[in-house]
């Protein structure tokens, strides 16, 4: 068995090649024992720290893939060996460099690494290789040296984490006298289940939706024509586990990070929808159309700047006038997709009632009659349960499940179907 790294034909592999290629980043030392901790100097060696922990990540991963293809001494191995040492010297101001992994989060240092869209399945490639040998940190010297790194991947790589320990790995490097990288085993056992490969294809259904979320996005805000298809394909994939077991998916809706907020909301309220549509009975073929719907139900934010978006206080009532706009705007957007001959009702009626409510209470206002669609009723239900029980710029603590069931149950006939909760 390999240990699971991110696969190169993904559609990330371009940006992972921008990313190998990128100048590295200087980090000012001297600075470091001068500045205030809070202050805006701090924040921006902060800000240079996190940029070189990224691309340390990346690195290891692109190091990763490239010694399971080659081996250890392929010179394609020569450009990410260099470029971790240089990383790593860099950051090592006189004390090894600290990558820990913690509840599925990486840290250099005590400082967490914050994934952007794109950068998730690079990251998840990393993570899931060190949880399958149950490594919690890895720890580089500033005298680490070619040949001990390229060593180190090799082992890592070859080895198989279903028949060999933490241990094992650790003897190999011994044996193989490795010197300047130090392993500690996770203090949090993980126990290994027969079901390891769907939670594997659930995690990589997940991540390409979310990074098909980031990249219509930004599309939209660059004022350019969003592509449909990688978004269609990844809804099918999560489609089909779900037929297969859905409890896995439903169990990836509990990460959350309020830094990446957008992308795993849309993901989440699409996942939750589908477990909702195949309760009352939605065929195969329309459950991926509802799947669509609810990942793209909030397009319309993509019209909204960020500072509004991440603002923690309240809005002005120019700001609130935006959002409670951002529904009609989703219909537009929807309509400029790339990829889609007919823009399917369902689409258009998650974007346009998601937050319509049950009494037509919330907006937009209907002035005309109108019937809600099924689609739109169960987008509700997701969307606010997700949001509710998410972390927030606002709300950084998350509400507990069930105190948040109890809260939709309070308002069942004014905001919900009473038929769908």
């Not at 705007?329 to 409510?357: D, S, W």
């Not at 009494?359 to 937009?364: E, K, L």
Request: aromatic letters at 6%.
């Amino acid at each position: 068995m390999a240990i699971p790294v991110s696969n190169p034909k993904q559609s990330g592999k371009a940006k992972e090649d921008k990313l190998a290629s990128q100048p590295i980043l200087t980090h000012e030392k001297s600075l470091t024992a001068k500045i205030g901790k809070g202050s805006e100097a701090s924040d921006i060696v902060d800000q240079q720290l996190v940029s070189l922990g990224t691309q340390l990540v990346t690195q290891l991963n692109v190091l990763f893939k490239t010694s399971r293809l080659h081996g250890r001494t392929n010179t394609a191995l020569d450009q990410p060996v260099e470029t971790i040492l240089t990383l790593v010297r860099t950051l090592a101001q006189d004390k090894n460099v600290v990558l820990r992994l913690q509840n599925d989060f990486l840290f250099l240092g005590e400082m967490h690494l914050k994934m952007d869209a794109h950068l998730m399945a690079l990251f998840t490639g990393v993570i899931d290789s060190l949880n399958a040998w149950r490594i919690g940190a890895l720890s580089f010297a500033s005298t680490l040296q070619s040949k001990d790194l390229r060593e180190f991947a090799y082992q890592f790589v070859t080895l198989d984490p279903a028949t060999h320990a933490f241990a094992d790995l650790v003897q190999r490097l011994k044996d193989q006298a490795v010197q300047g990288i130090d392993l500690e085993e996770s203090r949090f056992v993980t126990v290994r289940r027969d079901d390891k490969q769907g939670k594997l294809l659930a995690k990589s259904g997940y991540v390409k939706a979310a990074g098909s979320v980031g990249e219509m996005v930004q599309s939209v805000r660059d004022g350019r024509t969003p592509n449909f298809k990688q978004a269609k394909r990844a809804i099918q994939n999560i489609v089909d586990l779900m037929m297969d077991d859905e409890s896995v998916l439903l169990g990836l809706t509990t990460l959350r990070c309020h830094d990446q907020y957008t992308h795993n909301h849309s993901v989440n309220v699409a996942v939750l929808s589908l477990a909702l549509g195949n309760r009352v009975g939605y065929p195969k073929a329309e459950l991926a159309d509802l799947g669509l719907a609810a990942l793209f139900h909030d397009l319309g934010k993509a019209t909204i700047p960020a500072e509004v978006l991440n603002k923690p206080g309240d809005f002005t009532e120019d700001e609130w006038a935006r959002m409670r706009n951002h529904p009609t705007e989703g219909v537009i957007g929807l309509a400029k997709l790339r990829g889609i001959t007919n823009l399917p009702g369902r689409m258009a009626a998650a974007a346009f009632e998601h937050h319509m409510n049950y009494d037509f209470s919330g907006y937009p206002k209907i002035t005309v009659p109108w019937k809600q669609s099924l689609t739109g009723r169960i987008l509700m239900i997701a969307d606010c349960y997700d949001a509710m029980t998410s972390s927030r710029v606002y709300r950084r603590e998350p509400i507990a499940p069930e105190k948040v069931l109890k809260m939709m149950f309070a308002k069942i006939a004014q905001s919900f179907d009473p038929m769908l909760l």
